[in-house]
Structures are given as C-alpha cells and as structure tokens.
C-alpha cells in the first residue's frame, strides 16, 4: 500500500500499452509536475508488459523494461500498483490474480472481466488486503464509480438510467440529423474509429449491458449476472423509426435501466423513446450520459465522452492517484460488498409498467385496425394514440388491386411490458399484419 508520508517515487506496472495503456503513459510523463501535486509523490512507470514488444507504440517510452511475462511486474517487489489495460476475461482474469497474490493493488479498465467475475476478485482483493480501482471501466472519463460508491453513499439510490455506449449513440444520432441508414451511420462510425471492425459488442447491447451489472453491483449491492439482463441492440432500429418517434416529439437512444420494483429489481438495456429537451434526448454523437435518483438527493445527471483514448486514460490516473494517496484503500472495503436483505437473482421480469410506441405494418383494408386495437384492449392495454402512415413504398411496381402495406404507430398508456409482448404476439399472427411487430418502451422524464 503506497502512502503519502515519503516523498520517494511510486512505481507501476502499465499491463497493455494499447489505446488506452499508451494514454495513461502519456499523461503520467506530461502532466509529471501536475500528478505529483495532487499524489503526494511521484508516479513513475516501471516496467510494462505487452503482446508484442517490438509494437510501434502510440507514446513516447521511458526508458523501461518491456516484455510479455507479467512476472516482470507481479515478481518485483518496487512495485506497489499494477495498471491492469488488456480487454477480455482471459489472460487477464489469471494476471489480475497474479498481481492481486503478489501484494499489488490493481487499477482496471476492463469491464468484461469485472461483469463475469467482479464478485470473487474483489473479495480475494479484501482478502489479500489489496484494492481494485475500476473507474475507467464505466462511461469512460464520466466519474460514475466514485459518484455512487462514495459521493452518493448517503443515498439509498432508486434508479440508475443511461446512455452508456457512444458507438450506438453516434449511430442513432447520425441516423437522426443525417437521415442515414443503420449501414451508412455504422461505416461512418467505424471510419471515425468509434466502431471496431466488428461492432456486435456495442450494437447488440452487450458493452452497455455489462457496465449496467457493475453499476447495479455499486448501487443495489446485489449482483445480477449481465447475461441474465434483458437486452436489445439497435440494429433494429431503421430510418423510418426515428421519423415516427420524431413526429411524436422523442428521439430513440439505447438505454440501460435497473430500479426498484416491489423488492426487486427491473433491469433492461433497450432502444427507447426519450422525449425531445430531456438530458438523455440530448445526449449526441458519442457522449455517455447517467441519470441516479437517490432518495435523499433526488436525480442527477452525468454526461461526458464515455471512451476515447485520452477521457479513459483519465480516469485510470485518477484511480492510480487515489491509490497512491490511500483513498481507494479507504473506499474499496465496501465497494461492491453484497446485500444479505436483497437477493441477487431477483429480476423484476417483463412486470414493469411503462408507455409503449408500436410499430405494426398491415395491409390497408377496412376492420384491419379494429381487429388490432381490439387485441390490445383484450390484454388490458389501453391507447393513447394512433397514427396511419401513408402507404410505404414498393418502387416502381405497376399498381394492383392488391391493398398497399401501411404503418400504424400506435402509442399506449402506461401498462405492464409483458402485457404489451403478449399482445404483440397475437397481433403477429393475423394474416393482415406483415413481419414482426416493433415495441420500444416510452421515457417520458
């Protein structure tokens, strides 16, 4: 454990000099003068472990030891804490407990390994009398951790709710301002360097997905194992969507939700609807943004980039900061310790009630809508509105007798998810209606 009582240099580890890794070098070196100020000490690197050391690096080296054995860092007693920056579960779960037994405190940014395994290496870390730092890990430069597990521990919190990855929000928002196709706002993204070559991690839900289990984990004190989260990606989502959403004042952003539901929790990752002027509609591009209701504080708002080589790297010399100076120490004995009152496993299941927006495309003949608002009625859902769209388009195609498709976008009061899914599943199977049925759940704050 590094204290503040000597003047002496720390020495780290830097584990992965990718994107991330070479910014915190980069940092550490050019904000030297400013670090050792708010640290106490100075911070110097060590010695790296990487892939392939002979890599063009992003940053300019000093002059250190650089291999690929993390023995080369775990065996050496000089140093204190270990900035652990590979992504994935393995090698990097097997490194994270090398440093751990090895009596190094851990600064991470991979939350794929604290989402699957987050429980047994923070209580082999208390065990061992070790820490995990673990900002970097969520909404990128956004101070999230440290606002739930210590600036907002008075609070019992109510609800976490938020735009928590910048891919998918750059893609919706260039779908929306530019008109572009999902496929066109993808490639722009992955051009841009905010997409990778392959993007299903973040278009399928599940990068948001495990950073609302971790999030969960700080603020409900359960543990919810990501992949038991319902999630949806965008890739659903089309142009004609965000038109229909547009027309009715919301735009449609991927949103994590977990709050308190009757003693358990409702937890989801979704596109949704999100009334235009509220924080998260306005959320663009590749911001993150988090909104926490605390019963004491009421709601607050984060925003800021949520990746990004140089807001994660911050965020990772922050962690290494408050672990020279003796913070995380501090604050990592309760972080992430389980609730005995509240059951991990206890999802509050497609109960939730909420306002729906429904897309169902049918043909365009008389009793077509009734025959559907009738279903709905028959589960208990009641309308707040419906829309005919004009007839959608088949090309050049000489006109026929056959009746044209048309859109209904159908906007419900405030009624139980599973309901609504019932419903839909009914409204499928009539011979009127054409493919599968869209439901986005409505938030109207």
Same mark, same amino acid.
């Given at each position: 454990?590094?204290?503040?009582?000597?003047?002496e240099?720390?020495?780290?580890?830097?584990v992965?000099l990718?994107?991330?890794?070479?910014?915190?070098?980069?940092?550490?070196?050019?904000s030297?003068?400013?670090?050792?100020?708010?640290?106490?000490r100075?911070?110097?690197?060590?010695?790296?472990?990487v892939?392939?050391?002979?890599?063009?690096?992003?940053?300019?080296?000093?002059?250190?030891?650089?291999?690929?054995?993390?023995?080369?860092?775990?065996?050496?007693?000089?140093?204190?804490?270990?900035?652990?920056?590979?992504?994935?579960?393995?090698?990097?779960?097997?490194?994270?407990?090398?440093?751990?037994?090895?009596?190094?405190?851990v600064v991470?940014?991979?939350?794929?390994?604290? =989402?699957?395994?987050?429980?047994?290496?923070?209580?082999?870390?208390?065990?061992?009398?070790?820490?995990? =730092?673990?900002?970097?890990?969520?909404?990128?430069?956004?101070?999230?951790?440290?606002?739930?597990?210590?600036?907002?521990?008075?609070?019992r919190?109510?609800?976490?709710?938020?735009?928590?990855?910048?891919?998918?929000?750059?893609?919706?928002?260039?779908?929306?301002?530019?008109?572009?196709?999902?496929?066109?706002a993808l490639?722009?993204?992955?051009?841009?360097?905010?997409?990778?070559?392959?993007?299903?991690m973040?278009?399928?839900?599940?990068?948001?997905?495990?950073?609302?289990?971790?999030?969960?984990?700080?603020?409900f004190?359960?543990?919810?194992?990501?992949k038991?989260i319902?999630?949806?990606?965008?890739?659903?989502?089309?142009?004609?969507?965000?038109?229909?959403?547009?027309?009715?004042?919301?735009?449609?952003?991927?949103? =994590?939700?977990?709050?308190?539901?009757?003693?358990r929790?409702?937890?989801?990752?979704?596109?949704?609807?999100?009334?235009?002027?509220t924080p998260?509609?306005e959320?663009?591009?590749?911001?993150?943004?988090?909104?926490?209701?605390?019963?004491?504080?009421?709601?607050?708002?984060?925003?800021?980039?949520?990746?990004?080589?140089?807001?994660?790297?911050s965020?990772?010399?922050?962690d290494?900061?408050?672990?020279?100076?003796?913070?995380?120490?501090i604050?990592f004995?309760?972080?992430g310790?389980?609730?005995?009152?509240?059951?991990?496993?206890?999802?509050?299941?497609?109960?939730?009630?909420?306002?729906?927006?429904?897309?169902?495309?049918?043909?365009?003949?008389?009793?077509?809508?009734?025959?559907?608002?009738?279903?709905?009625?028959?589960?208990?859902?009641?309308?707040?509105?419906?829309?005919q769209?004009?007839?959608?388009?088949?090309?050049? =195609?000489?006109?026929?007798?056959?009746?044209?498709?048309v859109?209904?976008?159908?906007?419900?009061?405030?009624?139980?998810?599973?309901?609504?899914?019932?419903?839909l599943?009914?409204?499928?199977?009539?011979?009127?209606?054409?493919?599968k049925s869209?439901?986005?759940g409505?938030?109207?704050?």
């Amino acid at each position: 454990m590094a204290h503040t009582g000597s003047t002496e240099p720390v020495r780290i580890g830097i584990v992965g000099l990718g994107t991330v890794g070479s910014g915190v070098v980069r940092l550490l070196v050019d904000s030297a003068d400013h670090i050792t100020r708010h640290a106490g000490r100075p911070i110097e690197v060590a010695a790296a472990v990487v892939r392939d050391p002979a890599k063009d690096r992003d940053c300019t080296l000093p002059a250190i030891p650089i291999s690929t054995d993390i023995a080369t860092i775990s065996q050496d007693p000089s140093i204190t804490i270990a900035a652990l920056l590979v992504g994935g579960l393995e090698p990097a779960r097997s490194m994270m407990v090398e440093l751990l037994e090895n009596g190094k405190d851990v600064v991470t940014a991979n939350k794929a390994l604290l =989402a699957e395994h987050g429980p047994e290496l923070f209580e082999l870390a208390r065990r061992l009398g070790r820490s995990i =730092a673990f900002e970097a890990a969520v909404a990128g430069g956004i101070p999230i951790v440290a606002a739930i597990g210590e600036c907002l521990a008075a609070n019992r919190i109510e609800s976490i709710r938020g735009i928590l990855n910048g891919t998918s929000n750059f893609i919706l928002t260039r779908m929306e301002e530019d008109g572009s196709s999902y496929a066109e706002a993808l490639a722009l993204a992955q051009a841009k360097g905010f997409a990778e070559a392959d993007p299903s991690m973040d278009v399928d839900g599940t990068d948001a997905t495990q950073k609302l289990a971790i999030l969960s984990h700080l603020a409900f004190g359960v543990w919810v194992p990501w992949k038991e989260i319902p999630r949806t990606g965008i890739d659903t989502v089309d142009i004609d969507l965000i038109h229909y959403a547009a027309e009715l004042g919301y735009r449609i952003r991927l949103v =994590a939700v977990a709050r308190r539901s009757n003693g358990r929790l409702a937890m989801r990752v979704a596109p949704a609807l999100v009334k235009i002027g509220t924080p998260l509609a306005e959320t663009r591009g590749a911001y993150n943004a988090v909104s926490i209701v605390g019963d004491a504080v009421g709601r607050m708002f984060f925003h800021g980039l949520g990746a990004g080589q140089m807001p994660t790297a911050s965020a990772v010399v922050a962690d290494i900061i408050d672990t020279v100076v003796g913070r995380t120490a501090i604050t990592f004995r309760t972080t992430g310790l389980l609730s005995a009152d509240t059951p991990a496993a206890k999802l509050a299941g497609g109960d939730a009630s909420e306002r729906h927006f429904l897309r169902i495309v049918v043909t365009d003949r008389p009793g077509v809508l009734a025959r559907i608002t009738g279903i709905l009625g028959d589960h208990g859902i009641s309308i707040a509105s419906v829309i005919q769209h004009d007839p959608i388009a088949t090309g050049d =195609a000489p006109a026929t007798s056959i009746p044209p498709d048309v859109a209904l976008v159908i906007m419900t009061h405030s009624c139980p998810s599973s309901a609504v899914h019932e419903a839909l599943l009914s409204i499928d199977r009539c011979d009127a209606v054409r493919g599968k049925s869209v439901c986005l759940g409505v938030l109207d704050e």
